[in-house]
């Protein structure tokens, strides 16, 4: 699926992930402020807590994200598998 598609399912809950990505076991989600919030408003950000990889100084965390230009032309976003 392309990025329009993608988008619009982070605004309804889904979590994604792109088969280009070199790294596997992270993706990326949408987060709603809720009254507990420091943000107001809906942002994006990747977790890569569950990142496979021979690179055990690879950051496992949970940051905002935005995508690049490579991102929102891509069309192999999916859906991140239970």
């Excluded at 399912?9 to 076991?25: A, D, F, H, T, V």
């Excluded at 949408?30 to 942002?43: D, E, I, L, R």
């Excluded at 490579?70 to 999916?78: G, M, P, R, V």
Aim: glycine content about 6%; cysteine-free.
């Amino acid at each position: 699926m392309n990025f329009e598609e993608a988008l619009s399912l982070l605004k309804k809950g889904e979590k994604l992930q792109r088969l280009g990505w070199n790294g596997k076991g992270i993706f990326i989600e949408m987060q709603v402020p809720n009254m507990h919030s420091k943000m107001s408003h809906p942002y994006l950000f990747i977790d890569t807590t569950g990142l496979i990889s021979d690179n055990l100084d690879a950051r496992r965390n949970l940051v905002p994200w935005a995508p690049s230009q490579t991102d929102i032309l891509a069309e192999d976003w999916q859906i991140l598998a239970p």
